[in-house]
C-alpha cells in the first residue's frame, strides 16, 4: 500500500543484489504504493524521500531522513558495507510513520469537529472539580502518596471503586454484543511488540516503562491484543476479527498542567480496548464501527461529548487517521478527551507479520490492524462525577448514577459520603534511639 513497504524492503534485497539496484530511477504513481515483488527492484530515490520527510514533517514526527540519506550512501559506496550500517538502516526505516490519509492534509494542524452531543444541561459556573467532589464524599485518595506508590498514582474506595468497575463492566456488555471476543492479556510485554506498534521504548521522551529484564510494562491492551496474532496467518473468512481486552495501563508520561491535575494523567490506569485486524477493503468501514461504538456508549452515559477528525499532527507513528472523542467536564471547564480509535492500515501488521490468505487466488498478504478505547477510566470518571454533581452545600454534595450502570451497581442509584472508610492522613513515624 505505501512506499513504506518499498522501504522496508531494502535490506531483503540488500543481501541478493548489489547495492547499485538500492537507488533505482524507477517512478510509482502514489509516493506510498508497494512495489511487488514481480516488479523491478524496490528501493528508494531522492524524490520519494523528499515525500517521506515531507510526512514526517507533516506529522511532526522525529525526522531522520537525512540520517536515512547518509545511510543509503554509505552503503552505495561500499557494496560490502559492514552489517552495522544495515542495522542502524533497517532501525531508521522502522522508525518512519505511517502515511496521512488525504482528508487530512488541509487540517493544518488543528482537529475537525465532526459532532458536538449535548444530553445534560451542565452550569457555566460553580460545578466542582473530581478531586474536591471525591474527597468530600471520602472516596478517593491521591495525596501524599509519593512516599510509597510514587507520583501521579491514587486509590479510589468504595463507591467510587465500585463505580469503577461497573463502567468496566458495561463497556465488556456493549462491546460483545457488537461481536468482539474478549481476551485476558499480559501487562509485560517484549521490547519489539511494544516498538512493532508504534511505540518507542528508548529516548528521554519515552512513555514507556522498562524493567530490569528488559522486557516492558504495557501502554495498552492494544500492544498484547497485536502481539497475540504476531506471525500467524488467518483465513480471510475470519476477517473482520474484532477482539478486546481490559487491563491496566502504563504510562512514564507526567505533567505540570494545571488542567490536567489530578487523575487526569496518571501513571496507571485501567481500560477497555477494542482491536481488529481486517482486510484493507475492510479497514475503512470498520473504523467507522469502531467509532459509532464509542459514540453510543458515551451517549448512553448521558454526557456532554463532542466527535474531532484529528489532524495529522496528532496521528503519533502507526496511525492513518484517527477518531477523537472529548467530554465536557464542567468542573474543570474544558474539553478532555476520553476516548479515541485509529486505522494503522499495514504500519504493525507488517512490523509484526499478521497475515491473511486470500479466498480468491490463495496468496498471503498482511492486514490491517485497528484499535479504539471503550472506556479509559480515570477520564471517564472525571466527566460523569462532574457531570452529574448535586452540590446544594458541602454536607449534602451526591452524585446521580447514570441509568446505564445501576444494573452494575447492585442497584444504586446515588453516590454518597461514604462514613465508614476513615480519613487518611500522612503520618511520620520518629525512630526511637
Not at 67 to 77: S, T
Not at 183 to 191: F, G
Not at 203 to 215: A, I, N, S, W
Request: charged content about 25%; glycine content about 4%; some cysteine.
Amino acid at each position: 500500500m505505501k512506499l513504506l513497504a518499498n522501504a522496508r524492503k531494502l535490506l531483503l534485497l540488500r543481501r541478493q543484489r548489489p547495492m547499485e539496484r538500492l537507488m533505482t530511477t524507477a517512478t510509482t504513481t502514489q509516493a506510498h504504493e508497494t512495489v511487488t515483488a514481480a516488479q523491478s527492484a524496490p528501493g528508494l530515490t531522492s524524490a520519494q524521500l523528499d515525500e517521506l520527510e515531507r510526512n514526517i514533517e507533516l506529522r511532526h514526527h522525529k525526522n531522520n531522513i537525512p540520517h536515512i540519506r547518509k545511510l543509503i550512501k554509505a552503503l552505495q559506496d561500499d557494496a560490502d558495507a559492514d552489517k552495522e550500517i544495515q542495522r542502524q538502516l533497517e532501525e531508521q526505516l522502522e522508525q518512519l510513520p505511517n502515511a496521512t490519509h488525504p482528508r487530512l492534509l488541509s487540517y493544518d494542524n488543528q482537529p475537525l469537529e465532526l459532532a458536538n452531543y449535548k444530553h445534560r444541561t451542565l452550569p457555566e459556573h460553580g460545578a466542582k472539580e473530581f478531586s474536591e467532589l471525591a474527597r468530600a464524599l471520602n472516596l478517593y485518595r491521591m495525596d501524599h502518596l509519593g512516599n510509597y506508590t510514587g507520583h501521579k498514582s491514587y486509590y479510589l474506595t468504595g463507591q467510587l471503586a465500585m463505580l469503577e468497575q461497573a463502567i468496566i463492566q458495561y463497556a465488556l456488555q456493549s462491546v460483545t454484543r457488537q461481536g468482539f471476543k474478549l481476551i485476558s492479556v499480559p501487562d509485560i510485554l517484549p521490547r519489539e511488540v511494544i516498538e512493532s506498534c508504534g511505540m518507542r521504548t528508548e529516548g528521554d521522551r519515552t512513555q514507556v516503562y522498562k524493567l530490569d529484564t528488559g522486557e516492558c510494562l504495557s501502554g495498552t491492551s492494544e500492544m498484547a491484543l497485536a502481539g497475540f496474532f504476531a506471525k500467524k496467518v488467518l483465513a480471510e473468512q475470519q476477517l473482520p476479527l474484532k477482539v478486546a481486552a481490559v487491563s491496566r495501563c502504563y504510562r512514564a508520561e507526567t505533567s505540570g498542567l494545571h488542567e490536567e491535575k489530578g487523575i487526569y494523567r496518571v501513571h496507571q490506569f485501567t481500560k477497555v480496548e477494542m482491536f481488529a485486524i481486517a482486510t484493507p477493503e475492510q479497514s475503512a468501514a470498520t473504523l467507522e464501527q469502531f467509532k459509532d461504538i464509542e459514540i453510543s456508549l458515551f451517549k448512553e452515559l448521558g454526557i456532554n461529548f463532542r466527535l474531532l477528525d484529528m489532524p495529522p499532527c496528532e496521528l503519533g507513528a502507526p496511525a492513518y487517521q484517527k477518531y477523537d472523542i472529548e467530554a465536557w467536564m464542567p468542573g474543570r471547564q474544558m474539553w478532555g478527551e476520553i476516548s479515541s480509535c485509529s486505522n494503522c492500515t499495514d504500519y504493525q501488521a507488517k512490523r509484526l507479520d499478521i497475515r491473511y490468505k486470500r479466498a480468491t487466488d490463495g496468496s498471503v498478504v498482511h492486514g490491517h490492524t485497528l484499535n479504539g478505547t471503550a472506556t479509559a477510566i480515570p477520564r471517564l470518571l472525571i466527566a460523569l462525577i462532574e457531570s452529574y454533581q448535586s452540590t446544594d452545600n458541602q454536607e449534602s454534595i451526591s452524585i446521580t448514577i447514570p441509568e446505564v450502570l445501576v444494573p452494575f451497581m447492585n442497584g444504586q442509584r446515588t453516590i454518597t459520603r461514604n462514613k465508614r472508610i476513615p480519613e487518611t492522613k500522612l503520618v511520620k513515624f520518629i525512630k526511637s534511639e
